[in-house]
RNA sequence: GCUCCGGUGGUGUAGUCUGGACAAACAUAACGGCCUUUCGAGCCGUUGAUCCCGGGUUCAAAUCCCGGCCGGAGCACCA
């Protein structure tokens, strides 16, 4: 039947099951989040992000921040915050970022229901690690971390494991009471030695750490590592669905043991992949590296891709939660290309933004023969009258009239071209030097378009805002400075960011003060 | 090295589990048209993919099986 001709295919069909051949309709697809596994298993859906406050949220955190918020509000659940700081030595919490994730938290609309500092919480860690050692499910391993290693890699048990619980219970007694130093002892949970995985064998549960820790000072020695305090509290917050990156799915299986040691049932678990931008930034590691190395200029520096940076570029909160909700749950990496984001923020942005001048790099550009005062009235937003125009008056002087134009704009003029000056007036150019020399052409916008002008952006001298753009098309071309609105915050653009300078700042008339930015 | 994932237009993804209406969807980009917001606004349209390669199963394969090749992640007393 498959050799047949297409025709032949479709008048069989047509004869015999004419319903089949009935056009498909096409799905307006608004892309939705697919529904939660045995959502019934539990009373409440209740999701959790837990995060080491050691740096600000970044877009691979949106991820699952955006959609355990989405999904907890979905079923109509709580979303948790965890601070998971338990690493005072190896990766330290930074006391003001506390703040900065929740400030992220709710910039981006997830505002958690419940919060929670692990910090707070090691006599519950203790409280478990001593039942567990009682229990025979965990034990003190005193074995020199080289030694475990090479026993636990030949499936080995080492010799600590099998003391009794009494000698394990001094040992953890020795453990708070500081009868070990850091990398003398270690809790271990016993697994398989004979898992598949080396990494699941009798895996690491808490350990002494003596650093000092920004919320809780000395005050404790023992800390738990992250399976050890992520599974209890898990449990101790009733967390019913666990939305972690790809890169824990070794921590999953590690972690069931300990569920099982104590006859809990696990949470669902959905492994979403890593995020990475087609350019940009995201460890927090090499985000710090290079803010200590002057590379940086900070957490928020418009190179980065931490939500700071995002914000600052005028990156609105619901263009990133439409993209994380689009990428979706599932296991897939996914790199998001800045063109993409662009286009999701542009939506969000494109109603509410009204519209202004944006000239780059400016360049002086005379009218002659301009007799009288023009006066261009352009809508703040095409779409929306009704929110008033900005006027932008010419005076010329002497019939001349100075103006400025980009930069761009001006390298496409030669003796003879002409353009529009949007909502002004048409022009044709009579001489280019360091100033381009114009004069009017008769007509309006219409007859600009029947001859197919360029349309450009223009300011009159000495007036706008001036702004620097920090960087460009994401390659970090050398800040430069161009005429800018007060404020800047319509810039939609993400491959863009611009900041003004505050000693430059001219002081134009009232009406005049954001007279610049397209950027649109 | 070991253990897992992936390879679909220029780019990012959907579809693959449960083979058939997929001569392949969406977004983005590029191009063109429209528009008193040119170059990075908006709207409309067009272009663009022999679904990594080879073999197999089947009436039928992007989808299942086998073998390659390429890419990514994990393998801490970090989270």
Same mark, same amino acid.
């Given at each position: 039947?498959?050799?047949?001709?297409?025709?032949?295919? *479709?008048?069989?069909?047509?004869?015999?099951?004419?319903?089949?051949?009935?056009?498909?309709?096409?799905?307006?697809?608004?892309?939705?989040?697919? =529904?939660?596994?045995?959502?019934?298993?539990?009373?409440?859906?209740?999701?959790?992000?837990?995060?080491?406050?050691?740096?600000?949220?970044?877009?691979?955190?949106?991820?699952?921040?955006?959609?355990?918020?989405?999904?907890?509000?979905?079923?109509?659940?709580?979303?948790? $915050?965890?601070?998971?700081?338990?690493?005072?030595?190896? /990766?330290?919490?930074?006391?003001?970022?506390?703040?900065?994730?929740?400030?992220?938290?709710?910039?981006?609309?997830?505002?958690?229901?419940?919060?929670?500092?692990?910090?707070?919480?090691?006599?519950?860690?203790?409280?478990?690690?001593?039942?567990?050692?009682?229990?025979?499910?965990?034990?003190?391993?005193?074995?020199?971390?080289?030694?475990?290693?090479?026993?636990?890699?030949?499936?080995?048990?080492?010799?600590?494991?099998?003391?009794?619980?009494?000698?394990?219970?001094?040992?953890?007694?020795?453990?708070?009471?500081?009868?070990?130093? /850091?990398?003398?002892?270690?809790?271990?949970?016993?697994?398989?030695?004979?898992?598949?995985?080396?990494?699941?064998?009798?895996?690491?549960?808490?350990?002494?750490?003596?650093? =000092?820790?920004? *919320?809780?000072?000395?005050?404790?020695?023992?800390? =738990?590592?992250?399976?050890?305090?992520?599974?209890?509290?898990?449990?101790?917050?009733?967390?019913?669905?666990?939305?972690?990156? /790809?890169?824990?799915?070794?921590?999953?299986?590690?972690?069931?043991?300990?569920?099982?040691?104590?006859?809990?049932?696990? =949470?669902?678990?959905?492994?979403?992949?890593?995020?990475?931008?087609?350019?940009?930034?995201?460890?927090?590691?090499?985000?710090?590296?290079?803010?200590?190395?002057?590379?940086?200029?900070?957490?928020?520096?418009?190179?980065?891709?931490?939500?700071?940076?995002?914000?600052?570029?005028?990156?609105?909160?619901?263009?990133?939660?439409?993209?994380?909700?689009?990428?979706?749950?599932?296991?897939?990496?996914?790199?998001?290309?800045?063109?993409?984001?662009?286009?999701?923020?542009?939506?969000?942005?494109?109603?509410?933004?009204n519209r202004y001048f944006f000239v780059?790099?400016p360049?002086?550009?005379?009218?002659?023969?301009?007799?009288?005062?023009?006066?261009a009235?352009l809508?703040l937003?095409?779409?929306?009258?009704?929110?008033?125009v900005r006027t932008l008056e010419v005076?010329?002087?002497?019939?001349?009239?100075?103006l400025l134009?980009?930069?761009?704009?001006?390298?496409?003029?030669?003796?003879?071209?002409?353009?529009?000056?949007m909502g002004?007036?048409?022009?044709?150019?009579?001489?280019?030097?360091?100033?381009?020399?114009?004069?009017?052409?008769?007509?309006?916008?219409?007859?600009? *378009?029947?001859?197919? $002008?360029?349309?450009?952006h223009w300011l009159p001298e000495g007036v706008g805002v001036e702004a620097?753009?920090?960087?460009?098309?994401?390659?970090?071309?050398?800040?430069?400075?161009a005429p800018m609105p007060e404020g800047?915050?319509g $810039?939609?653009?993400?491959? *863009?960011?611009?900041?003004?300078?505050?000693?430059?700042?001219p002081?134009p008339p009232r009406r005049l003060l954001r007279p610049s930015i397209t950027?649109?």
């Amino acid at each position: 039947m498959n050799s047949w001709s297409p025709e032949r295919q *479709r008048g069989a069909l047509l004869e015999r099951w004419p319903q089949l051949l009935e056009e498909r309709p096409r799905a307006e697809e608004r892309r939705e989040l697919p =529904p939660l596994p045995n959502v019934d298993r539990f009373r409440e859906v209740r999701t959790r992000f837990a995060p080491n406050p050691d740096g600000p949220l970044h877009l691979g955190n949106a991820r699952p921040v955006v959609l355990c918020h989405e999904y907890a509000r979905r079923y109509d659940g709580s979303f948790i $915050l965890r601070y998971e700081d338990t690493s005072p030595d190896v /990766k330290a919490p930074i006391l003001e970022m506390y703040d900065a994730i929740m400030e992220d938290l709710r910039w981006l609309g997830a505002e958690p229901d419940e919060v929670y500092h692990q910090s707070d919480r090691l006599e519950l860690y203790y409280r478990y690690a001593r039942r567990l050692i009682d229990l025979g499910a965990a034990y003190v391993c005193t074995c020199p971390p080289e030694r475990f290693r090479e026993l636990y890699m030949r499936g080995e048990a080492c010799p600590c494991r099998g003391l009794s619980p009494p000698v394990h219970l001094d040992r953890w007694e020795g453990m708070l009471g500081g009868r070990y130093r /850091k990398g003398e002892a270690v809790v271990r949970i016993k697994t398989d030695l004979r898992h598949p995985n080396p990494a699941v064998r009798d895996w690491p549960a808490l350990r002494v750490a003596t650093a =000092p820790h920004p *919320r809780v000072g000395t005050r404790y020695r023992v800390w =738990p590592l992250y399976n050890f305090s992520c599974a209890i509290d898990d449990h101790e917050m009733e967390v019913s669905h666990i939305i972690r990156g /790809k890169e824990h799915e070794v921590n999953t299986v590690r972690q069931r043991y300990l569920y099982s040691h104590l006859e809990w049932e696990y =949470p669902e678990v959905l492994s979403v992949g890593r995020l990475s931008l087609e350019a940009g930034v995201l460890s927090k590691s090499r985000i710090r590296a290079g803010i200590e190395a002057g590379i940086y200029r900070g957490w928020d520096d418009p190179r980065l891709g931490t939500l700071m940076a995002l914000r600052r570029r005028g990156i609105q909160p619901e263009a990133v939660r439409m993209l994380m909700i689009e990428i979706g749950p599932k296991g897939v990496e996914a790199k998001i290309s800045w063109d993409n984001i662009a286009a999701l923020n542009r939506r969000v942005v494109e109603p509410r933004a009204n519209r202004y001048f944006f000239v780059d790099e400016p360049t002086p550009l005379w009218i002659e023969g301009l007799e009288t005062e023009l006066r261009a009235r352009l809508p703040l937003h095409p779409d929306h009258p009704e929110r008033g125009v900005r006027t932008l008056e010419v005076e010329p002087s002497g019939g001349v009239a100075r103006l400025l134009i980009a930069r761009r704009d001006a390298e496409r003029l030669r003796p003879g071209s002409r353009v529009r000056l949007m909502g002004l007036l048409n022009l044709e150019v009579s001489e280019v030097n360091d100033v381009i020399e114009a004069s009017p052409l008769p007509g309006g916008h219409v007859e600009a *378009r029947e001859m197919g $002008l360029p349309f450009i952006h223009w300011l009159p001298e000495g007036v706008g805002v001036e702004a620097e753009v920090v960087i460009r098309r994401l390659q970090g071309e050398g800040p430069r400075r161009a005429p800018m609105p007060e404020g800047g915050g319509g $810039l939609r653009r993400p491959v *863009r960011a611009l900041r003004l300078r505050e000693d430059r700042r001219p002081q134009p008339p009232r009406r005049l003060l954001r007279p610049s930015i397209t950027l649109l």
